[in-house]
């Protein structure tokens, strides 16, 4: 969902952000907090794909959730495929490499790490630690 930016400041200023970021120093992204207590209150399984930033504000409030890292294979893979999807010009790929290297160096902080060397295995492997037959 997009919102504006006096929406999306006041969103936060209210509590109503679970998490948020400034992600690659230009956009702003967020989890809306209601959904997300929604379903855990269901007792069903909430997955957010979040940067390391967001990730530090869920553990903060909601110190039981789990915690995964989706890594890359190696470094050499994840420059090849950012640069193979040929959607950044050199600079954003630059900014976007430094996030990467920030986060790699979190790495320790999550309770689980998949590497990502297929979408298969590491979607199989995501759907197991939700206890889910397949996320499709």
Same mark, same amino acid.
């Given at each position: 969902?997009?919102?504006s930016e006096e929406?999306?400041?006041? +969103?936060?200023?209210?509590? $109503? ?29 909430? /997955? /957010?794909?979040?940067? +390391?930033?967001?990730?530090? $504000?869920?553990?903060? @409030? ?7 890292? =989706? ?5 050499? @893979?994840?420059?090849?495929? +950012? ?5 950044e010009d050199a ?5 976007? =490499?430094? @996030? %990467?290297?920030?986060?790699? %160096? ?17 979607? &199989?492997? /995501?759907?197991?630690? +939700?206890?889910?037959? &397949?996320?499709?």
């Amino acid at each position: 969902r997009f919102v504006s930016e006096e929406e999306f400041t006041s +969103l936060v200023e209210s509590g $109503q952000m679970l998490e948020w970021a400034v992600v690659h120093g230009r956009n702003k992204y967020g989890t809306p907090r209601g959904p997300v207590e929604q379903k855990v209150a269901e007792g069903r399984p909430v /997955l /957010l794909e979040i940067d +390391l930033a967001g990730a530090r $504000q869920v553990r903060e @409030t909601l110190p039981e959730a789990r915690f995964v890292f =989706l890594a890359p294979p190696d470094w050499d @893979t994840l420059v090849d495929r +950012l640069v193979g999807r040929g959607t950044e010009d050199a600079e954003e790929r630059e900014r976007r =490499l430094a @996030t %990467a290297r920030v986060e790699l %160096a979190a790495e320790d902080e999550f309770d689980v790490t998949i590497v990502n060397d297929t979408v298969d295995r590491a979607a &199989d492997a /995501l759907a197991r630690l +939700l206890g889910v037959r &397949d996320l499709t």
